[in-house]
């Protein structure tokens, strides 16, 4: 598969920013699966109360985009500032892959739901089966930065 380029004022190309037809499929599909729930939503309004669906999905936008974000991009440039450019990436997309993670699995690394009576319920050590994870994903990120590192690259 060949890439689209456009012209320069140089007549170098250089590679066409415009979304091809893959990336119109997937924005297609993303915005049709966006409508269904937003149907859905309204649809069963009794049981799905739209107005507070509304209100908390702007909020996590909100928080998202003003805090997590911000916080994330400092975080990502303080931790591999110092880094070689050929460790930087895949130390960014190690740590990146662990913080969500563990975002997604805190509700049962903090055990909430667990009952004394009844032990059944979240069985295993969630924190250690996290943290060993966590382990796995930063030492292939440090390895794919040592292959890097060994190949000269710097950029993506």
Known sequence: ????TAPTATGAGREDPRPGPVAWAAIAAG???????????????DRTHPGS???WVIGAALVHD???????LLFGLGLTGGLPPAWRGPI???????AVVGL?????????????DNPSILPSSAGRNLAV???AVLAVG??????RARRGRSGP
Not at 31 to 45: C, I, K, P, Q, Y
Not at 66 to 72: A, C, D, G, I, S
Request: net charge positive; aromatic share 10%.
């Open 104 to 116: 997604a699995t805190w509700p049962t690394v903090a055990r909430f739901g667990a009952s004394a």
């Open 133 to 135: 994870i966590g382990a």
């Open 92 to 98: 960014r997309a190690g740590v990146t892959v662990v």
């Open 1 to 4: 598969m060949t890439r689209r």
């Open 53 to 55: 669906w509304a209100s």
């Open 31 to 45: 915005w049709s699966l966006m409508g269904w729930a937003v149907a859905g939503v309204l649809r069963e309004a």
């Open 66 to 72: 003003l805090v997590v974000l911000p916080l994330v």
């Open 142 to 147: 440090l390895v794919a930065g040592w292959v």
